[in-house]
């Protein structure tokens, strides 16, 4: 539990100084400032009295209880001052200091000292080298913290990893008139983590919305099994920066090079149901709407304006990111055509003209709430001199005190001269927007939330029908033999163990071997040199393909042998793949690997030019449930060549989910497969079946 | 000349009332409230006294001259009035007035009384049933328009078909402290236009950025002339609203349906050199950077910065949008190096660290100025409590002064607290912003406009070898026979007339003929039946391929011959098209399609499925020089295809390029040319082919 942090019924700042512009005074001023509800203590050494307050030499002069200290003494004395701590019961540190890990080597060792003394001592750690906490709960009025903005008391917490656009974040509600709940910057994050502090929160009543800004992960697994408990229960809104670092999303044929975890952390804010955001704005206004208004339906909107050109713009905004705008319904229209200006349009949008007044609005309000087909209201309002905007302002609110549906709306007006108006709608709870576009993205990411919550992701499948001894015997002999690939026969074995079709095929050493498993396989075939000398082997001769019979094979191989048998070859080395030869089907690719404490990637793609050219794949996070599955395919480009289009049947894409799913299973069973592709699979339209695979442990 | 309209030397009212309420009355507070420098009239034929004005009972009775007048009263007199206006020598007349072509037919008939009157008497017409106009310009102070939003002087001009986009966009203008040049909205533009206001504000000094708000185009030619000669000299800022309109993109197998007015007018900003925006709040952003910044010589980019998330969040915007931040030169790392505190890291993005003080900052900023590899200057500046932070908003305005190279500032601080900082930068005109997703889209912006602006588009080369004689005898035939499509011979001797390359082909009525027609075209060729009455020729059996010899040619004639010679089809409809068949090359499309008032577009893509799956075409407007048709194929997801990728060499694109220059010729001397689908066209390493092509007039 975090109470101590967040509700500390009293305060130490060890390294509190009477220098103005320095961090041991600002955070003294800043809870007195902010109206701390409990009591400062000021520890110097000096015994100079800081604005105000008695000085005392050590913490362990204070007569009363301490629960939380702000350390900002130099990084050195860090660890003695914990121990200190330790001994007057201190329950949370909050260590603004820098020069720890952010320095290098030697910071990491006082890093590492400090967590030491934070579990001998049972002192929860915040930071080090951070801003702090901040909390506008009127019963501690806590501003734990060095920055500058005093945020108003309301219903957004905002953690961020970097104080700089918590700050930003921070410093916009502000400028908004929108009041924050609690706050926090944990800057290195030794030991209270993002993932608590989103926990603690999730169980907080008056937080309505979460905003997570992150750069980067420390425990994935952590974040997303917090991430996916608390965010079922309420909104979380996340940014993630750095996704355009270089290489990130570069597509190369090495499908297992695909992954990196600027993916990976936008597809665990999805998995797990955080919408995700890349623009602070965007997030800020977004959450403006979530600490208001109810959770949409659906994705229906119904529009009223009393202008034009906006509502043209919430249009264009709203339909394209797929939420829809259907037509009323004839006694919806037959409502509006009674109560509202004859001249007005009763579709949606129903614009209700430039001289509605407060019952037109009303009416049109009314009939948006009632109508079965629409879950969300968008409402563009200029304010004309000429009409009583203020009652307009008032109706509006009314109806949006029920909660039916989600309300939000573009004021397009002075903010001086219609003041009244703008805090009418302010205080009734209504989210007001100066642009179209920003009420309608407000609007599409609550939506988009929805939509997240409601989906049935469902549990992984665990099949039951692998051979685990076969799997773990494949694996065991790679190991002992040092391979960092599995050989052409231990990757399609391990594949066969998983139950993952495999293309039929046999590796041999000779002509007459080859020529005897293509009989055995069925003509025609494809012969391939198979050998870890030899990388590309398109490149080389070494693949042959659509030989019709044994004749063929026999002098197929004889002709390689004389070629690649030469000194640069071990004799041992040189096999042969004699596979089923699959033409005329559409090649998918399939890909893992490993991401370093979050389990596998998985990718997966339309083959050849797709991927290569038109980068067109998709990635998830295992384990992958077949709802996910089904996902990774259907958000491909490319999906409708293997739905079928203009004739052509398609693919047999259940088998292809059950794959994934079997992929997922086999990485998570055995974390040592580092990379995997398969690439091609041939897909048809009854059968798939995988033609190369490569492993890597 | 629109002097008359911006700087009117005096101003009259006909429909001047005392209701508060009215826009007769409100016009006429907002002169006065605005210091209008000329003297008002009020015309009140009830004689009643207007806001202290004397009222007259026409306009006739004013005594002196009088430039401008508002109409205001009901639509059915505005003509009447209109003659006044013309006794009296009026020079512009804003209506105010709705009624007009917008509420339908009689609306319709009023209006063109309106332009007659106009006609007739050599009044310019403002409107009807618009806001009008402001000008902040000292001398004038004109504030001709009814709404409610008092902007201060500035750079930026705003013109918008839409009333509630403009008060928007200078309400936001209004609340972000920047000044406004003109404004101007001008309703059903029955007379003045959009293009004509920013011809005029092309010529005004004051005036260093325009933005325009566009629904749709009256007149496409008109606009794209003017936009072209203004956006050569100074930046037009371009949004255009309505772009989601049901099926404005959808692409379908007729490709000629790909066109759409919503898709041309953003092709029409690009190709005139306007920049394209969709979001108001970025236009407004951008303007503030573009009335105050020197255009980026190139888009390189230089970031300082005393923060760490926020110049990532920078780094990613800036990159995404096809910027680059280049590696700094050894000269500027060593001077930076001596500079700069030793923590600080001396590479792009430069971080001077939070403690950095004037001194860095200039440092940094002056090094950025002087390197040759860097365009322009990005600034990501949080104001920490314990530096001189004005003093450094001082250094940043000195250099900005000389203006060498762009720079805008990500300025992350308490307005209120740091209200001199903020000061000192904006009075400085160094464009500041509060997220560092706006200020990097600002610089993105500038970017762009610099591009566009250095582009070299060239003529639309005149090929003189082509047969207009025979051309135009094609079409004579066509319209004799009131076909509205052309035959396959006329379609093919059409693109020959043109030196458009057609696959070799003849068109005949019998077996023989057929097989001697292959003869002289060489096999394999390609049989397809050809008649007006069948439309999709694949699925009723009527196309054959990769026939290779005459007998096979002769049998395929007569099957369908037996199959097509019915009752359904007149004997002399059914002919046969024999044809070179081409395998193995890749096949492209193009097509045109005239748009009222514009011209045609040019619209190009790869076929199958990269069309109709994908959705991967580009369009341009007539005429298409070789630099267009150069950007028309690689703007396609899948150029690389054409250009070649892993071994494949690709095909011969010049010949491509010039297929489209020869099109573009094509529908430009032969207007009449409604649609025209060339599908496919086979492109080889070598050479390019059309095979089939339709034409419509």
Same mark, same amino acid.
């Given at each position: 539990?975090?109470?101590?942090?967040?509700?500390?019924?009293?305060?130490?700042?060890?390294g509190?100084s009477?220098?103005?512009?320095?961090i041991?005074n600002?955070?003294?001023?800043?809870?007195?400032?902010?109206g701390y509800?409990?009591?400062?203590?000021?520890?110097?050494?000096?015994?100079?009295?800081?604005?105000?307050?008695?000085p005392?030499a050590?913490?362990?002069?204070?007569?009363?209880?301490?629960e939380?200290?702000? +350390?900002?003494i130099?990084? %050195?004395?860090v660890p $003695?001052?914990m121990?200190?701590c330790g001994?007057?019961?201190?329950?949370?540190?909050?260590?603004?200091?820098?020069?720890?890990k952010? #320095?290098?080597?030697?910071?990491?060792?006082?890093?590492? &000292?400090v967590?030491a003394?934070? %579990?001998?001592?049972?002192?929860?750690?915040f930071?080090?080298?951070?801003?702090?906490?901040?909390?506008?709960?009127?019963?501690?009025?806590?501003?734990?913290n060095?920055?500058?903005?005093?945020?108003?008391e309301?219903?957004?917490?905002?953690?961020? &990893?970097?104080?700089?656009v918590?700050?930003?974040?921070?410093?916009?509600?502000?400028?908004?008139? #929108?009041?924050?709940? $609690?706050?926090?910057?944990?800057?290195?994050?030794?030991?209270?983590s993002?993932?608590?502090?989103?926990?603690?929160?999730?169980?907080?009543e008056?937080?309505?919305v979460i905003?997570?800004?992150?750069?980067?992960?420390?425990?994935?697994?952590e974040?997303?099994?917090?991430?996916?408990?608390?965010a079922?229960?309420?909104?979380?809104?996340?940014m993630?920066?750095?996704?355009? #670092?270089?290489?990130?999303?570069?597509?190369?044929?090495h499908?297992?090079?695909?992954?990196?975890?600027e993916i990976?952390?936008?597809?665990?804010f999805n998995?797990?149901?955080i919408?995700?955001?890349r623009?602070q704005?965007?997030?800020?206004q977004?959450?403006?709407?979530?600490?208001?208004q109810?959770?949409?339906?659906?994705?229906?909107?119904?529009?009223?304006?009393?202008?034009?050109? @906006?509502?043209i713009?919430?249009?264009?905004e709203?339909?394209?990111?797929g939420?829809?705008i259907?037509?009323?319904?004839?006694?919806?229209?037959?409502?509006l %055509?009674?109560?509202?200006y004859?001249?007005a349009? +009763?579709?949606?949008?129903?614009?209700?003209?430039?001289?509605?007044?407060?019952e037109?609005?009303?009416?049109?309000?009314?009939v948006?709430m009632?109508?079965r087909?629409?879950?969300?209201?968008?409402?563009s309002?200029?304010? @004309?001199?000429f009409?009583d905007?203020?009652?307009?302002a008032r109706e509006?609110?009314?109806?949006?005190k029920?909660?039916k549906?989600?309300i939000?709306?573009?004021?397009?007006?002075?903010k001086?001269?219609?003041?009244?108006?703008?805090?009418?709608?302010?205080?009734?709870g209504?989210?007001?927007?100066s642009?179209?576009?920003?009420?309608?993205?407000?609007?599409?990411?609550?939506t988009?939330?929805?939509?997240?919550?409601?989906?049935?992701?469902?549990?992984?499948?665990?099949?039951?029908?692998v051979?685990?001894?076969?799997?773990?015997?494949?694996?065991d002999?790679a190991?002992?033999?040092?391979?960092?690939m599995?050989?052409?026969?231990g990757?399609?074995?391990?594949?066969?163990?998983?139950?993952?079709?495999?293309?039929?095929?046999?590796?041999?050493?000779?002509?007459?071997?080859?020529?005897a498993?293509?009989?055995e396989?069925?003509?025609?075939?494809?012969v391939?040199?198979?050998?870890?000398?030899?990388?590309? %082997?398109?490149?080389?001769?070494?693949?042959?393909?659509?030989?019709?019979?044994?004749?063929?094979?026999?002098?197929t191989?004889?002709?390689?042998?004389?070629?690649?048998?030469?000194?640069?070859?071990?004799a041992?080395?040189?096999?042969?793949?004699?596979?089923d030869?699959?033409?005329?089907?559409?090649?998918v690719?399939?890909?893992?690997?490993?991401?370093e404490?979050?389990?596998?990637l998985?990718?997966?793609? $339309?083959?050849?030019?797709h991927?290569?050219?038109l980068k067109? #794949?998709?990635?998830?996070?295992?384990?992958?449930?077949?709802?996910?599955?089904?996902?990774l $395919?259907?958000?491909?480009?490319s999906? @409708?060549?293997?739905?079928?289009?203009?004739?052509?049947?398609?693919?047999?894409?259940?088998?292809?989910?059950?794959?994934? &799913?079997r992929?997922?299973?086999?990485?998570i069973?055995? @974390?040592?497969?580092?990379?995997?592709?398969?690439?091609? +699979?041939?897909?048809?339209e009854?059968?798939?079946c995988?033609?190369d695979?490569?492993i890597g442990?």
């Amino acid at each position: 539990m975090l109470d101590a942090l967040f509700f500390p019924r009293s305060v130490a700042v060890i390294g509190a100084s009477t220098k103005e512009l320095s961090i041991g005074n600002r955070i003294i001023k800043n809870l007195q400032d902010f109206g701390y509800k409990g009591p400062i203590y000021a520890i110097n050494p000096k015994g100079e009295e800081v604005r105000g307050l008695k000085p005392y030499a050590s913490i362990l002069d204070v007569p009363e209880e301490v629960e939380l200290v702000h +350390i900002v003494i130099p990084s %050195k004395y860090v660890p $003695m001052a914990m121990d200190d701590c330790g001994t007057k019961g201190v329950k949370v540190a909050i260590i603004n200091s820098a020069g720890f890990k952010e #320095v290098g080597a030697d910071g990491k060792e006082l890093e590492n &000292q400090v967590i030491a003394k934070s %579990k001998e001592h049972g002192i929860r750690v915040f930071g080090p080298n951070c801003q702090g906490i901040i909390n506008t709960d009127p019963e501690v009025r806590a501003y734990c913290n060095f920055t500058f903005t005093r945020p108003t008391e309301g219903y957004i917490s905002i953690v961020a &990893q970097s104080g700089g656009v918590a700050e930003v974040l921070n410093q916009r509600f502000s400028e908004l008139g #929108v009041g924050v709940r $609690m706050y926090a910057s944990n800057g290195n994050a030794c030991d209270v983590s993002i993932p608590e502090v989103i926990r603690y929160w999730g169980a907080d009543e008056k937080t309505r919305v979460i905003l997570v800004y992150i750069e980067s992960l420390a425990d994935p697994r952590e974040f997303m099994e917090v991430a996916r408990e608390v965010a079922s229960q309420k909104p979380i809104l996340g940014m993630k920066a750095g996704r355009t #670092v270089e290489g990130a999303k570069a597509v190369s044929s090495h499908t297992g090079g695909l992954a990196q975890q600027e993916i990976a952390i936008e597809l665990i804010f999805n998995k797990t149901g955080i919408v995700t955001f890349r623009d602070q704005e965007e997030l800020c206004q977004a959450a403006v709407a979530f600490s208001t208004q109810p959770v949409p339906g659906g994705n229906r909107v119904g529009l009223i304006t009393n202008t034009g050109g @906006p509502a043209i713009i919430a249009t264009d905004e709203l339909v394209d990111a797929g939420l829809t705008i259907p037509p009323l319904s004839d006694g919806a229209r037959d409502v509006l %055509k009674e109560k509202l200006y004859a001249a007005a349009s +009763i579709s949606n949008p129903i614009d209700v003209l430039a001289t509605a007044g407060a019952e037109h609005f009303r009416a049109a309000v009314d009939v948006l709430m009632d109508e079965r087909e629409i879950d969300s209201v968008y409402i563009s309002f200029v304010t @004309p001199f000429f009409v009583d905007n203020e009652s307009i302002a008032r109706e509006l609110v009314e109806v949006n005190k029920a909660g039916k549906k989600p309300i939000v709306c573009n004021l397009m007006t002075d903010k001086k001269q219609w003041a009244d108006t703008l805090g009418i709608l302010e205080e009734g709870g209504i989210p007001c927007y100066s642009f179209a576009e920003t009420a309608a993205k407000a609007l599409v990411a609550m939506t988009r939330y929805s939509e997240l919550r409601s989906r049935e992701m469902g549990e992984p499948r665990a099949f039951d029908d692998v051979d685990h001894e076969q799997a773990r015997k494949i694996l065991d002999n790679a190991r002992e033999a040092a391979r960092e690939m599995l050989t052409t026969t231990g990757a399609n074995r391990l594949l066969e163990a998983y139950r993952i079709p495999v293309a039929g095929w046999r590796v041999v050493r000779t002509a007459s071997d080859a020529a005897a498993a293509a009989e055995e396989i069925g003509f025609p075939v494809a012969v391939k040199a198979d050998s870890p000398s030899i990388v590309h %082997k398109t490149d080389v001769g070494g693949v042959a393909v659509d030989l019709k019979d044994a004749d063929a094979v026999k002098t197929t191989v004889e002709e390689m042998l004389s070629r690649f048998e030469t000194d640069e070859f071990e004799a041992d080395d040189l096999r042969f793949l004699v596979q089923d030869y699959l033409p005329g089907g559409k090649e998918v690719i399939m890909g893992t690997r490993a991401e370093e404490g979050l389990g596998h990637l998985i990718m997966f793609g $339309m083959g050849g030019i797709h991927v290569e050219v038109l980068k067109d #794949v998709s990635f998830a996070v295992t384990p992958v449930t077949e709802y996910e599955a089904r996902d990774l $395919m259907m958000s491909l480009k490319s999906y @409708p060549i293997l739905e079928g289009f203009r004739g052509d049947k398609g693919v047999n894409r259940e088998a292809l989910i059950e794959i994934l &799913q079997r992929l997922s299973q086999m990485v998570i069973d055995l @974390p040592v497969i580092q990379e995997l592709d398969l690439n091609p +699979i041939i897909a048809y339209e009854d059968r798939v079946c995988v033609v190369d695979a490569r492993i890597g442990i």
